[in-house]
């Protein structure tokens, strides 16, 4: 058994995975995370701070949100986050569209490619004298 202390109260629990969080802790973050979403669909247009503020969530808290692809910002809203990647500004996830074509194209190059073969060489064997390697 791993019991650890909760990160945000401090209260020993019996951990399994996860962000190190008890469970009471767990069902609090849930609410907040629908009381942001309910406020976020009211007031398409506010910023991250805003929301921040409206709601009593750390501005980390909304991006690990966005990150984790749960929240989605509508097109017109001016809330951004940078893709992992290049810098680029996104509205949700980690990586913007041409980071992941890039990312799909070099994985489907990886499996269509030929495999690179990692045989033995050959040995030549001359009775009991001095053995050569083939080219």
């Not at 629908?34 to 503020?53: H, Q």
Request: proline share 5%; glycine share 6%.
């Amino acid at each position: 058994m791993d019991v650890r202390p909760c990160k945000n109260c401090k209260r020993l629990f019996n951990y399994l995975a996860g962000p190190g969080i008890c469970p009471a802790c767990v069902e609090k973050l849930e609410e907040k995370f629908k009381e942001v979403k309910d406020f976020i669909r009211e007031n398409p247009t506010a910023s991250l701070t805003e929301v921040s503020e409206a709601n009593e969530v750390t501005v980390k808290q909304l991006k690990t949100w966005v990150r984790e692809e749960r929240l989605k910002f509508s097109d017109d809203s001016p809330v951004g986050i940078e893709c992992m990647n290049c810098g680029t500004m996104i509205k949700f996830g980690k990586y913007c569209d041409a980071c992941k074509g890039k990312v799909i194209n070099n994985l489907n190059q990886a499996i269509h490619s030929e495999p690179v073969r990692a045989d033995k060489p050959k040995r030549k064997s001359d009775g009991n004298r001095m053995r050569f390697l083939d080219n």
